[in-house]
């Protein structure tokens, strides 16, 4: 069975530094990576994903990951934060068609 | 065009009381998804449509929980009688069926939150 943790249920940064919100997963078959972003409100919206191919994926928003399977790790990073980013994040995989296991979600609070 | 909408947007009842949970899926898309994810836990599967055809049920905690998708439109959530442990929110999502599962983005719901006291 798949799984995934997000090490950190909150992270506070400032406005204009850089941020990384860490995902681990754990799967015995191949794995495609999701991170999803959920504003107040609202429903998830895709940020980026991770099926094939180059290791660095680049979303919107500024956001990208890298996919590093040696670490089963798929970590969503972002250079410089803004008030707007502050939101709560999700890690998912799928192994066929959107049947996902999200992490447990990170919170993200950009401080003025 | 319009997203997935769900109704209703909040919902709260009491033990026992059923409710009926609605969700339209984007205009064509014949993959429809419900998650749900209780108070600070994971976003879990519950259930997963193609058409009216349920593909995979295996996410639904127990049979007080019935999901129909007739005519392949929209979907109801059924949970009869609703439990403290029912709370939480849940999303409804929708894709277009491809080839390949994640040509398609999956689009979600705002998500209904059902509060059973």
Same mark, same amino acid.
């Given at each position: 069975a798949q799984s995934v943790t997000q090490l950190d249920s909150q992270v506070p940064v400032f406005e204009e530094a850089p941020v990384e919100l860490r995902c681990n997963y754990s799967s015995s078959v191949s794995v495609y990576l999701f991170w999803y972003v959920q504003y107040p409100n609202q429903g998830l919206q895709l940020l980026l994903k991770y099926l094939s191919g180059s290791t660095l994926v680049k979303g919107i928003n500024g956001f990208e990951a890298e996919f590093n399977k040696s670490q089963t790790s798929f970590h969503l990073r972002k250079p410089s934060v803004h008030i707007s980013d502050t939101a709560e994040y999700f890690c998912a995989s799928g192994g066929s068609n959107y049947k996902l296991t999200f992490g447990k979600g990170t919170l993200l609070t950009v401080n003025p | 065009e319009a997203g997935v909408t769900q109704f209703p947007s909040h919902s709260v009842i009491e033990k026992g009381q059923t409710v009926t949970l609605r969700c339209d899926p984007i205009?064509?898309?014949d993959n429809l998804y419900w998650y749900r994810r209780v108070m600070g836990k994971e976003i879990k599967f519950l259930l997963h449509f193609v058409k009216e055809s349920k593909q995979d049920e295996s996410g639904m905690p127990n049979n007080r929980f019935l999901a129909e998708r007739t005519g392949g439109t929209y979907s109801t959530l059924k949970v009869q009688?609703? @439990?403290? @442990?029912?709370s939480g929110v849940y999303f409804c999502a929708s894709s277009q069926l491809t080839g390949s599962s994640y040509n398609s983005p999956l689009h979600f719901g705002n998500g209904t939150r059902l509060t059973v006291t």
């Open positions: - | 205009s064509g898309h009688p609703a @439990e403290l @442990e029912d």
